[in-house]
């Protein structure tokens, strides 16, 4: 059971530690340095964020760690930490580099490495209207949150299903290749073509590097990987938003007026397999097992829309809502957890009945395997919804302490290799004391558990909660 006891004691040490916390105005945006006296539009700016996690986890069915068994996990970790430098160092010429680490908790390997998240530059060939890049980028389809900026980000965290190859063909949604972006009017606009990491060097991903594809089930494919078109476009009806650098912001906290609807795709030819079975008469029947490649086609569209209400007051409202097409190949589903707190999953299997599940000592299936800790079929072949929404108080709500921002948000999802549709929602609060560069966040997640029964069929048997309290420092 959820300790409200324990989560009352962390509120109130943080509600102190908040007392003496101030930030410099200078700060607000980032520390900039222009490089040229007479030119202010050339300049570099070093901004860093850092995200930390205190957390309880009401953990699936069999979790355990290094072996032992775990129903409920406390912990905490450094759940984000980016330093970015970017900038105008030349007329036309952009700058744009991120280096990072995500998930450091307490199962993290000693002395864990910090990788490169972007490594770009770009000319501008038409000033506003047209810019191409090359480097480590991620200048994303299908969707707004595709790839989104951590540290205005609304809610605890993106919705994930939108970082649509995860760790798998890229690098945390990053990849090396060439991008074009700009405005055209009230049209913002972003195209790339890359070459994806080959899937032998990922993690997470078991299928491909034994050689035996799951039969009837689409997974990554282990061939060398063909180039990634990708693209988002969206029609801005009130204030611009800025396309400097590829994430997109999570909400202005009232500062703009934004009503965007966008549409996007990723598309990458031959980039799923799976095996199936066909009978051949030679002179008798035989059964083998064929390869069938499929190419990974994704489809999504949005609507964003941030604004205050009451200015004077600072009040303001932000919504986001999606549509997402995802065609992976053949019943092709990924499950996983945020900054997972366990390692692994004891042997089981299911009853038939949709509504018991019982220990047996059994392991039934890879898709069970990963269905530890906090982890869920977030993603998959099919069809996905998705909304957040939001409600930022006046500005002076808490006097000298700054104010408060309640949010909601839900993934709705129907996927083909699941029996029945998935769910997940958060209901959290923002404490914004000075804004997105300090802020607390409380956050409660309700997710399900899926695993097989004994037909096959991946069935929702439960319910599970997460509670996480998060401090955000950013400049």
């Known amino acids: 059971m959820i300790n409200f006891k324990q989560i009352s ?8 530690l908040s007392l003496s916390a101030q930030f410099s105005d200078k700060l607000k945006d980032g520390l900039k340095f222009f490089t040229d006296s007479k030119d202010s539009s050339l300049y570099l700016k070093l901004n860093i964020t850092n995200q930390v996690w205190v957390r309880y986890t009401q953990t699936n069915p069999s979790t355990n760690v290094n072996g032992f068994l775990q129903n409920e996990i406390y912990d905490a970790s450094i759940r984000r930490i980016r330093f970015v430098l970017s900038g105008k160092i030349a007329d036309r010429v952009g700058l744009f580099v991120q280096f990072g680490q995500n998930n450091l908790n307490y199962l993290t390997p000693r002395k864990a490495q910090s990788f490169f998240h972007d490594i770009t530059a770009d000319y501008e060939f038409i000033k506003k209207h047209l810019a191409i890049g090359f480097g480590l980028n991620g200048w994303n389809g299908p969707s707004r949150f595709s790839n989104v900026s951590v540290s205005s980000i609304t809610v605890l965290g993106p919705p994930d299903f939108q970082e649509v190859t995860n760790d798998t063909y890229d690098q945390f949604v990053r990849r090396l290749g060439f991008y074009a972006k700009g405005k055209l009017g009230k049209l913002d606009y972003r195209i790339s073509l890359a070459k994806p990491f080959i899937i032998q060097t990922t993690s997470g991903i078991t299928d ?34 800025s396309n400097v650098g590829p994430a997109f912001t999570g909400t202005y906290l009232g500062k703009k007026k934004v009503l965007n609807i966008g549409a996007g795709f990723y598309f990458q030819k031959d980039a799923m397999a799976y095996t199936y079975s066909n009978t051949i008469y030679n002179p008798l029947p035989k059964v083998i097992n064929d390869t069938m490649t499929t190419d990974l086609a994704l489809f999504s569209a949005d609507i964003y829309y941030d604004a205050p209400i009451n200015k004077e007051k600072g009040t303001a409202v932000s919504f986001y809502a999606s549509y997402s097409n995802y065609n992976y190949g053949k019943n092709f589903i990924k499950v996983s957890g945020a900054d997972n707190p366990a390692t692994g999953t004891s042997t089981y299997s299911t009853s038939a009945s949709p509504t018991t599940y019982v220990a047996t000592g059994t392991t039934v299936s890879n898709f069970n395997k990963a269905s530890y800790g906090n982890a869920l079929p977030y993603l998959g072949t099919g069809n996905i919804l998705y909304a957040q929404a939001a409600y930022k108080f006046k500005n002076d709500l808490l006097k000298k302490h700054g104010t408060l921002q309640p949010y909601v948000n839900c993934q709705y999802a129907i996927y083909d290799r699941l029996a029945k549709p998935m769910y997940v929602w958060n209901v959290g609060i923002n404490w914004l004391i000075h804004g997105h560069n300090s802020k607390f966040t409380l956050d409660y997640q309700d997710r399900p ?19 996480v309290l998060q401090y955000q420092l950013a400049f």
Do not use: C
């Open 449 to 467: 558990f899926f695993a097989e029964d004994n037909t096959g069929h991946l069935m929702p048997y439960s319910r599970y909660g997460q509670i």
């Open 9 to 16: 004691t962390i509120l109130f040490i943080s509600f102190e």
């Open 208 to 241: 491909p590097f034994s050689g035996n594809l799951p039969t009837e089930v689409s997974t990554f494919s282990i061939k060398p990987p063909k180039l990634v078109s990708q693209g988002y476009l969206m029609w801005q009806f009130f204030d611009q938003e």
